[in-house]
């Protein structure tokens, strides 16, 4: 996942949560209509100022945007990324392991 996905997955549910629509949003933080949903349509992307204000408005502090366990959405999908890697690369190693022994056998007889 993408530090951009992971900032529009937290602001769709810090922005959800807060009761707040897109254009709700964009009236709080002083932009034209339509700019959350150019955000939340990954079309663009706010500089630092603006990601201040979106926070603000809000009601969370801007780092929040970008954590990948941000939301409840997100840090599941962070955890099963996590939990996909470790058994690949378990059974990665598991399968050099076989392939190894099988190799030795053969070279054996």
Do not use: W
């Not at 099963?80 to 392939?99: C, N, V, W």
């Amino acid at each position: 996942m993408t530090l951009q996905e992971i900032f529009i997955r937290n602001l769709k549910f810090y922005r959800k949560q807060s009761g707040l629509t897109q254009n709700e949003l964009t009236l709080k933080i002083d932009k034209s209509y339509n700019y959350i949903n150019g955000v939340e349509q990954k079309k663009s992307f706010p500089p630092p100022d603006v990601i201040e204000k979106i926070a603000d408005a809000l009601g969370i502090r801007p780092h929040l945007l970008f954590m990948a366990n941000g939301c409840p959405e997100n840090a599941m999908k962070f955890n099963a990324d996590m939990y996909i890697e470790k058994i690949t690369d378990t059974l990665y190693q598991r399968l050099k392991d076989d392939i190894r022994r099988e190799v030795q056998e053969v070279f054996a007889r």
